[in-house]
C-alpha cells in the first residue's frame, strides 16, 4: 500500500501550524501536509519567501 492510499497519511480537515516554513525543512513539510489535504498555517521571518 502506498503513503498516497493509506488514511493513515489522509490529513484532510486537519489543521497544521508550521514555523520556519519559507525554507528547508519547514517548507518541505509544509508542502507535504498541503499536499495530504491539511490546511497549513506557517510562520516565517521571511515572508517574502513564502
Do not use: N
Given at each position: 500500500m502506498?503513503?498516497?492510499t493509506d488514511p493513515m497519511f489522509?490529513?484532510?480537515?486537519?489543521v497544521v501550524a508550521i514555523t520556519g516554513?519559507?525554507?528547508g525543512l519547514g517548507r518541505q513539510?509544509?508542502?507535504e501536509f498541503a499536499h495530504r489535504?491539511?490546511?497549513v498555517a506557517m510562520a516565517s521571518?521571511?515572508?517574502?519567501?513564502v
Open positions: 502506498t503513503a498516497g489522509d490529513l484532510s480537515g486537519k516554513g519559507s525554507r513539510m509544509a508542502e489535504g491539511a490546511r521571518r521571511q515572508a517574502r519567501r
